[in-house]
T-cell receptor, first 114, second 115 residues
Framework: GAGVSQSPSNKVTEKGKDVELRCDPI?????LYWYRQSLGQGLEFLIY????????KSGLPSDRFSAERTGGSVSTLTIQRTQQEDSAVYLC???FGLGITSLHFGNGTRLTVT | AQKVTQAQTEISVVEKEDVTLDCVYE???????LFWYKQPPSGELVFLIR??????QNEISGRYSWNFQKSTSSFNFTITASQVVDSAVYFC????????????FGTGTSLTVIP
């Protein structure tokens, strides 16, 4: 696609429910990153993928968070038993390579946990 | 440790004024990359520039210019003759050859250009 696509753009869920956030990277981009941005805060690294593997999961806040990537393309970030502190904008980015090429960001998914 | 510090949380300037956004970084890598991103009110982060650690030549692109100084570990961003459309949050970021391919972002500087 022309850019990184994330869906849904907005998600409101009740505390305790599970949510899935989707990211479609730019075609051909092998690296995919997930970040979280809380209101007025910087970008918090969550996880990155090289192909379908995730060498660094250290940023995931808890075991309620998981992510996968299939076919070297689409990625899904799953949050189980959501809590109010999970409310944030979840940003996905992709790039041709790791760590040295520029990141291309999607518009994010705004998650609100009530 | 890898770290990016943007000490300026919020800046307001009047249109047509020049403004400099500061970025100071820490890294033990000898090869690393520095970036600036712009996040307008619409929310999508937009890549502005990448600079590698071996290239200290300053760069100018229209009203934007970047001053990279390894001696002070700084990568400052100047907007000349600011415009209302420059209002956004600006993030500085760092990645290095030994950082596990992570990008380390500063906390951002919110710039408001007043007409």
């Amino acid at each position: 696609g022309a850019g990184v696509s994330q869906s849904p753009s907005n998600k409101v869920t009740e505390k305790g429910k599970d949510v899935e956030l989707r990211c479609d990277p730019i075609s051909g981009h092998t690296a995919l990153y997930w970040y979280r941005q809380s209101l007025g805060q910087g970008l918090e690294f969550l996880i990155y993928f090289q192909g379908n593997s995730a060498p660094d999961k250290s940023g995931l806040p808890s075991d309620r968070f998981s992510a996968e990537r299939t076919g070297g393309s689409v990625s899904t970030l799953t949050i189980q038993r959501t809590q109010q502190e999970d409310s944030a904008v979840y940003l996905c980015a992709s790039s041709f390579g790791l760590g040295i090429t520029s990141l291309h960001f999607g518009n994010g998914t705004r998650l609100t946990v009530t | 440790a890898q770290k990016v510090t943007q000490a300026q949380t919020e800046i307001s300037v009047v249109e047509k004024e020049d403004v400099t956004l500061d970025c100071v970084y820490e890294t033990r890598d000898t090869t690393y990359y520095l970036f600036w991103y712009k996040q307008p009110p619409s929310g999508e982060l937009v890549f502005l520039i990448r600079r590698n650690s071996f290239d200290e030549q300053n760069e100018i692109s229209g009203r934007y210019s970047w001053n990279f100084q390894k001696s002070t570990s700084s990568f400052n961003f100047t907007i000349t003759a600011s415009q209302v459309v420059d209002s956004a949050v600006y993030f500085c970021a760092l990645s290095g050859s030994n950082t596990g391919n992570q990008f380390y972002f500063g906390t951002g500087t919110s710039l408001t250009v007043i007409p």
